[in-house]
């Protein structure tokens, strides 16, 4: 299957200060991506869908502005968490799929943030 | 909208024994259903999925599924567990466009 990476793997920062989290695909080209926060011994709740040079979609209850997502290139998408606080803490995992009717979207390995 | 429900929070099975984990799921069209596996601290990987077809769908590592429209469930099997298939399990549903809902999923424990 294909590869999909993210870095970092954890991330601890203070609170106040942004975080950013790449989520890449190494070996195909990822026409959309997804971003979904999992909380412990909770499911994943879907935070936003990107597509490659264009305009994240959130969904709703998600700050646009609080969490910063740019897909610029077919490979990259990036998640910047500003003005982190401590209930931003939380498990961040991506997952990219590339184009076509059934084309499967496989999930990065995660970043565990704490904010400090 | 839709949703995925797992009832089940927490199984426990021995080694050797069947295991089968419940889903439920509500959404407007035809499904894609799909089981994932999460390691402690990792992420997802898929086991199986339906999109149309054959509703017994197999998957890797000797799971299967059944896909039931007229019980909106797409229960999960594996005849004879390992203690490694320990981990937490989640079913997922979405359409075309890959926006998936997740159940909450199930905790299996293995004891020896």
């Known amino acids: 299957g294909a590869v999909v990476s993210q870095h970092p793997s954890w991330v601890i920062c203070k609170s106040g200060t942004s975080v950013k989290i790449e989520c890449r695909s190494l070996?195909?080209?990822?026409?959309?991506m997804f971003w979904y926060r999992q909380f412990p011994k909770q499911s994943l709740m879907l935070m936003a869908t990107?597509?490659?040079?264009?305009?994240?979609?959130?969904e709703q209850g998600v700050e646009k502005d609080k969490f910063l997502i740019n897909h610029a290139s077919l490979t990259l998408s990036t998640l910047t968490v500003t003005s982190a606080h401590p209930e931003d803490s939380s498990f961040y995992i991506c997952?990219?799929?590339?184009?076509?009717?059934?084309?499967?979207?496989?999930f990065g390995q995660g970043t565990r943030l704490t904010v400090v | 909208a839709q949703s995925v429900t797992q009832p089940d929070i927490h199984i426990t099975v021995s080694e050797g024994a069947s295991l089968e984990l419940r889903c439920n799921y509500s959404?407007?069209?035809?499904?894609?259903l799909f089981w994932y596996v999460q390691s402690p601290g990792q992420g997802l990987q898929l086991l199986l999925k339906?999109?149309?077809?054959?509703?017994l769908v197999q998957g890797i590592k000797g799971f299967e599924a059944e896909f039931k429209r007229s019980q909106s469930s797409f229960n999960l099997r594996k005849p004879s567990v390992h203690w490694s298939d320990a981990a937490e399990y989640f079913c997922?549903?979405?359409?075309?466009?890959?926006?998936?809902?997740f159940g909450a999923g199930t905790t299996v424990t293995v004891r020896a």
């Open positions: 997952s990219a799929r590339r184009t076509g009717i059934r084309a499967e979207a496989f």
């Open positions: 070996d195909f080209q990822a026409t959309t």
């Open positions: 990107s597509n490659e040079g264009s305009k994240a979609t959130y």
């Open positions: 959404y407007g069209a035809t499904p894609y």
């Open positions: 339906y999109f149309s077809g054959d509703t």
């Open positions: 997922a549903v979405g359409g075309g466009d890959y926006k998936l809902s």
